[in-house]
């Protein structure tokens, strides 16, 4: 009877009561659909702060162009132009200040590894030979040399007995060669021949021609990049070459070359070796250019806690006839910080200072975790070297190769790379110009990430602006409708009260009818809420595009796709709109209680009094 009588009261004031009716369910639908929307955004956001990763890259800039003049024997003189990056700017200018680094920027070496097959080799391999010309001469264009013998190299290029051909290119005042003398020399490929003295060679046979290139002189660097005083190569000619003499072996010079002779035979079997915190601070790797194939990659504890575990390539795998799960030893002997050439890696001397081969600094057993294959296209200077495997950073004793460095460089993109947390680019580099260095210059990496979050950021105060309309018309319309249902209705009160009704009686009757149009209104603009939001998510995947290229929110961005980014997985299920719902119950319960609660203290009679007056 209490429902049936204030339903009756209620519908007395047909108009007041479908007012309120639709401005309850406006009020529940805009807390139904700006919850929603904030609970998917807020979702989106998370899951794609798993997904996307902001990688950077260093690159010391160019400090100056430089142009000089040269000789070239073919050609004569010409001029070139290059770029100097200047004074070598170290690792350390990275730790600063505001960097909220994720992993660390850190200048990667490659390490050269020792394993029991030919790795690299190609026709065009530099080559050590004795070899004594077969006239008297001087090498101003291709002069002809007998090879006596072929020391090392490629025995498919050249055999003892062969006749091949070197040339002075870039000397203005080339070299005399002596018949009969036996001379020893390391040749490069340099072009093919050229002269009066090859006159007999077709040009379509394409007969190569060699220079005479470094031999002995160490090239030994410092960690901090210091060239280690190696008192042959203070006074050696780039492209200087010996003569054989009956005890020329037994000599400095002549046991320099002995090992020399021994450090081809460890280069041919040398694969290179990459140090790094994660497989996405390698750019091949984060374009995806790179991919497992095989097994699994590193995982973060691995490259945390510094395990044997590696990665290399299918071309690697099958060399060495080796699969994901088995143990591959790694013998790393040497370091590079230049770039390397993505058929091998290859130093331009493994002979240290005191003129030996770099001895082995760490050997360790790797278990092969994953097989990964390489883009075939180049990455434009960030490509992997051919055989390369990849181990984590905290594997290898710190600074253990500090006395095995075979050449050195500046900060580049390649080996210099960090990550920070998505959306913070703008951050790191603000804290970077307060750092005041210059001369390195940044790219940054987000797959799209920066534009991405601008679009959920934009759709996350829209959806803010509803919840904040809802939760202020909500209120607004209660606590308004409420004080009309009730105090309007003071002479019911009085006279239920008059007739024995107790005070919980008297609400009940009078709150019933309010709270029973709240839910009616609460649960229809909750539904239209829900269905609204499906809507909003269905039209927001057919129409909206995300860019995911390489996104460079601080360097300009150039050549992007566009990829799109469904919200499907986000849809919203009934659970914020019913929670948006028993908020808005809960109100007006609360505010209900609270008005009745006001109208309930005043005695009957006073009321009455009020009403005549």
Not at 26 to 38: I, T
Not at 154 to 177: A, L, N
Not at 262 to 276: D, K, N
Not at 504 to 524: E, H, Y
Request: aromatic content about 12%; some cysteine; overall charge negative.
């Amino acid at each position: 009877m209490t429902v049936y009588y204030s339903m009756k009261q209620i519908l007395r004031s047909p108009l007041k009561s479908i007012l309120f009716l639709l401005l309850a369910g406006v009020s529940a639908f805009l807390l139904a659909l700006g919850g929603s929307l904030w609970e998917i955004n807020r979702a989106m956001l998370e899951e794609f702060e798993d997904i996307f990763t902001t990688v950077g890259t260093v690159e010391q800039k160019t400090d100056h162009v430089e142009t000089g003049r040269h000789w070239d024997a073919k050609d004569g003189y010409y001029y070139t132009q290059w770029g100097r990056r200047g004074e070598r700017i170290p690792n350390a200018v990275m730790d600063f200040e505001g960097a909220d680094y994720i992993l660390d920027a850190k200048q990667r070496p490659t390490f050269g590894a020792l394993v029991d097959q030919r790795a690299i080799g190609s026709p065009y391999d530099t080559m050590l030979v004795e070899a004594e010309p077969v006239n008297s001469g001087t090498a101003y264009e291709s002069f002809p040399m007998r090879a006596k013998k072929v020391l090392a190299g490629d025995e498919y290029v050249m055999k003892d007995g062969d006749i091949f051909y070197i040339c002075d290119h870039y000397e203005e005042e080339p070299r005399s060669f002596e018949a009969g003398t036996t001379y020893i020399m390391r040749l490069n490929f340099e072009g093919f021949v050229h002269g009066s003295k090859v006159e007999h060679i077709a040009p379509e046979e394409y007969v190569v021609e060699y220079m005479p290139i470094n031999s002995v002189a160490s090239y030994q660097f410092t960690i901090e990049g210091e060239r280690v005083y190696d008192d042959v190569a203070e006074t050696e000619d780039e492209r200087v070459f010996d003569v054989v003499t009956e005890d020329f072996y037994e000599t400095e010079r002549g046991k320099r070359w002995l090992e020399l002779i021994r450090s081809y035979e460890y280069q041919f079997c040398t694969i290179p070796v990459t140090p790094v915190d994660n497989t996405q601070l390698l750019m091949p790797f984060y374009w995806k250019d790179a991919q497992i194939s095989e097994g699994r990659d590193i995982t973060e504890e691995e490259y945390a806690e510094g395990k044997p575990v590696c990665l290399i390539s299918q071309e690697l795998s099958l060399l060495l006839r080796k699969k994901a799960g088995d143990k591959l030893s790694l013998p790393l002997y040497y370091a590079l910080y230049s770039e390397v050439h993505k058929n091998g890696i290859q130093a331009a001397s493994l002979l240290n200072a005191e003129g030996k081969v770099y001895p082995v600094f760490d050997e360790q057993e790797y278990e092969i975790v994953g097989i990964y294959t390489p883009s075939p296209v180049s990455t434009n200077g960030y490509e992997l070297g051919r055989h390369q495997a990849i181990v984590p950073w905290n594997a290898i004793p710190e600074n253990s190769w500090s006395d095995n460095i075979a050449s050195t460089g500046p900060m580049r993109g390649f080996n210099t790379s960090f990550q920070i947390p998505n959306g913070t680019i703008e951050d790191f580099m603000a804290a970077w110009e307060k750092h005041g260095v210059e001369g390195l210059e940044f790219r940054f990496y987000d797959n799209g990430y920066s534009n991405l979050k601008n679009g959920i950021e934009s759709r996350k105060l829209m959806s803010a602006i509803f919840l904040a309309s809802g939760c202020v018309l909500s209120a607004m319309i209660l606590c308004f409708f409420a004080n009309l249902f009730i105090t309007g209705q003071r002479q019911r009160i009085a006279v239920e009260r008059l007739l024995g009704r107790t005070k919980r009686q008297c609400a009940a009757s009078l709150l019933t009818g309010f709270f029973l149009l709240s839910v009616l209104g609460t649960v229809a603009g909750s539904a239209a809420g829900c269905m609204a939001t499906d809507r909003a998510v269905k039209a927001t995947e057919e129409t909206t595009e995300f860019d995911t290229s390489f996104s460079n929110a601080v360097i300009a961005q150039a050549d992007m796709e566009e990829a799109d980014l469904s919200a499907a997985e986000h849809k919203p299920g009934v659970r914020t709109a019913a929670i948006s719902g028993i908020g808005m119950l809960l109100a007006a319960v609360l505010i209900g209680s609270g008005v009745m609660g006001q109208a309930l203290r005043k005695e009957p009679l006073r009321i009455l009094g009020e009403l005549e007056e």
